[in-house]
């Protein structure tokens, strides 16, 4: 149980396009979902913590407007890469955590590519 | 702010070696304070987990003990298999419960047969 899925896994895509990724808890119901990105021997740095119907709480120095996040129902979140560029090339990754349990449950991880 | 430092790898070893993997944290206050683990192609796991000073978390063979004076998390396995082939990333939380998670950089080890 507790299965949290990612797609795409990976998606190349060129520099002023957007690309869409999507978070689903497979087997539960998620009130808060989170967004991590992580860069090549780095760290995972927390991005926003989305709770399902209500706006999404950026992390400082994330732009709000160029990482789109959406959790419109208790499975699924969208983070949304508006006119990508080379530097937003990373490995995005993923949390949910059940109604009333404590743990985050984590995604394979999106490996974004920006031609 | 918070941080975690994390030994980095990668790290090779023979099967049934000891492991330790050293982490060390700062945070104000008492953190919670978390092992977790990344085999190759899936999502991060929960290993074990902390919440205050001098708990032992345990599981699958690996331990690790939460220790204010040192504020640090050092994980170890006795006899390592190959199937501990993973990246493990050292975590913590602050306290309070903020949900947040401050990750280390993760150390890749791979265990030999």
């Known amino acids: 149980g507790a299965v949290v899925s990612q797609h795409p896994s990976w998606v190349i895509c060129k520099s002023g396009t957007s690309v869409k990724i999507e978070c689903r808890s497979l087997?539960?119901?998620?009130?808060?979902m989170f967004w991590y990105r992580q860069f090549p021997k780095q760290s995972l740095m927390l991005m926003a913590t989305?709770?399902?119907?209500?706006?999404?709480?950026?992390e400082q120095g994330v732009e709000k407007d160029k990482f789109l996040i959406n959790h419109a129902s208790l499975t699924l979140s969208t983070l949304t890469v508006t006119s990508a560029h080379p530097e937003d090339s990373s490995f995005y990754i993923c949390?949910?955590?059940?109604?009333?349990?404590?743990?985050?449950?984590f995604g394979p991880g999106t490996r974004l590519t920006v031609t | 702010g918070n941080s975690v430092t994390q030994m980095e790898g990668p790290v090779t070893l023979s099967e049934e070696a000891f492991l330790t993997i050293n982490c060390t944290y700062t945070?104000?206050?008492?953190?919670?304070l978390f092992w977790y683990v990344q085999y190759p192609g899936e999502g991060l796991q929960l290993l074990l987990k902390?919440?205050?000073?001098?708990d032992k978390g345990s599981n699958k063979g690996f331990e690790a003990t939460y220790r204010k004076e040192t504020t640090s998390f050092h994980l170890e396995k006795g006899s390592v298999q190959v199937s501990d082939s993973a990246v493990y990333f050292c975590?913590?939380?602050?306290?309070?419960?903020?949900?947040?998670?401050?990750f280390g950089k993760g150390m890749k080890l791979t265990v030999n047969p």
């Open positions: 989305s709770n399902e119907g209500s706006k999404a709480t950026y």
């Open positions: 949390s949910a955590r059940q109604v009333m349990f404590y743990e985050q449950y």
């Open positions: 902390a919440t205050k000073a001098d």
């Open positions: 087997d539960f119901q998620a009130t808060t």
């Open positions: 975590a913590l939380e602050g306290q309070g419960g903020s949900e947040k998670l401050v």
């Open positions: 945070a104000t206050g008492y953190p919670s």
